[in-house]
Structures are given as structure tokens and as C-alpha cells.
């Protein structure tokens, strides 16, 4: 009987080991599935979790490692993907770490005539704790406030903010996809439109700043890929990159906000900034991963600021959550056109240009 104590113990360290074998293969298949640049669902939402998969990586490289004989083939071939693939991931993340070089240069000038100030908000149609938002907009202090997933009763129970936000663009539905915009400064031209989907609404508006000049916004909330919603990518790419085209021949400084749906290092968001020629502020800076508010192993950035190169920042933030699952965003920029000259501007190249005429005509039927 004294043989059953290290066999049990061997069965063990074997199944162990195995575990790790297929984690660490599963990794690697979960970094290469992007780069299949298929609109099916499977293969996008694989770009989200990419924090993620490096933190599986390096844990699942130095556990094998250190745990067990590396001997055979198979045990090399391992080590060699997991080492490679985190090399890649590391490299993936780089630019959004606070050692990348920033795309937005920091405001040098105090805040004045030409800063906006915006809050962004996913508040989860469903969540009831509208005073938790009623605060936040106290502490934020906002010139503009974006709500998504706003029905009748959000807006409803918000509207009351309407003697410091005198100018609003409202579209509530009951679709999850409704959208309030409330604002300080005055809105010109302001339309509603459906660039895509039938149901699913952006705003398009000119902000005029305290200093007199206008300032082109968008504000979208395009439907994710996913099966309960749509299995396809195909509809949310297309919005993004109409949205990408309407800014590039924008007259006006431009400024994209809104729950993209899609995470900030996608090839999507990284086509739109290259069509648009938009900067992200977090590049530089750090995630700012907004959802998921109710799984810390589980977030990423998909509430989105995106301005022109004649703008600096002045502030980021990650709000506290108000009882929804996306975490709110709080973000200032200071108008200056002289940052255009300091500014590394995204430019689509010759493919670039063809991916996008091929994603904006993608039937979407």
C-alpha cells in the first residue's frame, strides 16, 4: 500500500502539467485568432481580452518552467510559443502602458475659453441608481454629458439637470441603445442619425466653446459582436468607419465619444484612427478599462474619446461605477491649434484604404 501515496501524488503532478500543456496552447490560438480578420463573432471577440492572455502567458511560461523538466520536443515547443507569444502581447500592450511615447501631448496652458469637459456614460438600462449619476455629474462638472442605454425613464430622471445643461439632443429608446446628450455649451446643427442600423442611433452636432469657435462631435454606440446581438462584426465596423470618414472631411476640430463596443486596440479602432486621423488619449497614459465595473478579471476599454491633433489634454479619468456595468469617463481637452505640429498624426496607408472601402461596403443585410 505505500506505492498508492507518490502514484497518487505522480497522477497529479502529471495532470497538472497537461493542464498547463493545453493552457498554454490555448493562449497562443487566442493571440492568433485576431489576426484572421473575419467579421464572425468568434474571431473579434478575441481582441478583447488582451491584458488577459499576456497575464495567462506569463503565469502558465513560468509555472511550466519552473515546475517541471524541460526534456522533451514538446516541452521546448512549448516554452519557445509561450516565450514568443508573450513578446508579441508585450509589444501589442506597449502603447497604451505610461513607457509609450503619448499621442496627446499634455495641456501646457491653464483651462479656459477652449477646454471641454465630458462625461461619458454606459449607466445599463436596467440599473435604477439614477442619484449616483445626478453626484457624479456634480463631481465631474461636466460641459457635456453623454448617456448610453438610456430609455423614457432615464431620461426622465435626468432631465432635471436640464437648468445647467439648457442644450440637449435626446433619442431615449427601449433597445438599450438610446442616448442622451446634455450640455452647458451651445449645440449647432445637431442631427440624429442612423448611419447603419435602423435602430441603432449616433449624434452628430457642432459645440460651441466659451471662446466662440465650434467644435464637430460624434457620439455613437454601435452594437457589439456578440450572439445574443449581432454574430457579425460587420455593422459595428461599418458605423465606426462612416463615423472615421465624416471626421477626416470635417471643416471643424473633431471629437468622437461614445461606447464603441469595439476595444481601443482593435484593427477596427486602429483603421478608424487612421482614416479619421484622430489621437487617443490613452496611448501613453494607460488603459482606462471601462467595462466590465462587476468582474475585475474582465475589463477593457470600450468607452471612447478620440479628438484631432489640434487638441491637448488637460485630464483623464475613471470614474467610479454607478451601479452599472461600464465604469463612467471623465475626460478635458484644451483646443490648441498649435499642437498640430507636435502631434504624431495617424495616416492610412494604400491597404489601410482598401480594408476601409471594403468594410463601408460590406453588405449588411
Keep these: 500500500m505505500t506505492f498508492i501515496l507518490p502514484l497518487f501524488i505522480t497522477i497529479h503532478i502529471v495532470l497538472f502539467q497537461n493542464i498547463l500543456f493545453y493552457a498554454g496552447i490555448f493562449v497562443v490560438v487566442a493571440s492568433l485568432i485576431p489576426l484572421i480578420r473575419h467579421d464572425f463573432w468568434i474571431f473579434r471577440v478575441f481582441e478583447y481580452p488582451r491584458l488577459q492572455k499576456l497575464t495567462l502567458n506569463l503565469l502558465i511560461l513560468v509555472l511550466y518552467a519552473l515546475c517541471f523538466p524541460v526534456e522533451q520536443t514538446i516541452d521546448y515547443i512549448l516554452i519557445i510559443l509561450l516565450s514568443l507569444n508573450l513578446i508579441y502581447l508585450c509589444r501589442q500592450i506597449f502603447p497604451f502602458t505610461v513607457l509609450a511615447k503619448k499621442q496627446i501631448i499634455q495641456s501646457s496652458k491653464p483651462p479656459g475659453e477652449r477646454n471641454v469637459q465630458l462625461l461619458i456614460a454606459n449607466v445599463f438600462q436596467d440599473n435604477r441608481k439614477y442619484a449616483e449619476y445626478h453626484q457624479l455629474i456634480k463631481n465631474c462638472n461636466p460641459d457635456l454629458v453623454l ?16 437648468a445647467k445643461y439648457p442644450y440637449q439632443i435626446k433619442v431615449p429608446l427601449e433597445n438599450t441603445y438610446g442616448m442622451l446628450l ?24 457642432e459645440v460651441k466653446l466659451p471662446s466662440g469657435e465650434l467644435v464637430k462631435l460624434f457620439c455613437l454606440h454601435p452594437r457589439p459582436p456578440v450572439p445574443q446581438e449581432n454574430p457579425h462584426s460587420t455593422e459595428r465596423d461599418k458605423e465606426i468607419l462612416l463615423v472615421a470618414e465624416k471626421a ?13 463596443n469595439d476595444v481601443a486596440w482593435s484593427y477596427t479602432t486602429e483603421l478608424f484612427s487612421k482614416i479619421s486621423e484622430l489621437l487617443d488619449p490613452r496611448k501613453g497614459r494607460g488603459f482606462f478599462n471601462s467595462f466590465n465595473a462587476k ?18 489634454l488637460t485630464s483623464i479619468q475613471r470614474m467610479n461605477s454607478c451601479g452599472s456595468d461600464h465604469f463612467p469617463m471623465c475626460i478635458n481637452l484644451q483646443y490648441d491649434p498649435k499642437a498640430i505640429a507636435e502631434h504624431d498624426i495617424p495616416e492610412a496607408d494604400q491597404a489601410d484604404q482598401e480594408l476601409f472601402k471594403e468594410k463601408v461596403n460590406a453588405d449588411t443585410d
Design 147 to 162: 448617456m448610453v442605454e438610456t430609455n423614457q425613464w432615464w431620461q426622465d430622471k435626468m432631465d432635471s439637470i436640464g
Design 295 to 312: 468582474y475585475f478579471f474582465l475589463r477593457f476599454p470600450l468607452d471612447h474619446v478620440f479628438c484631432s491633433a489640434d487638441f491637448t
Design 248 to 260: 477626416k472631411k470635417s471643416k471643424y476640430p473633431v471629437i468622437v465619444i461614445g461606447d464603441l
Design 182 to 205: 446634455y450640455s452647458k455649451l451651445k449645440l449647432v446643427d445637431g442631427n440624429v442619425n442612423y448611419l447603419v442600423e435602423d435602430d441603432i442611433p449616433s449624434i452628430e452636432t
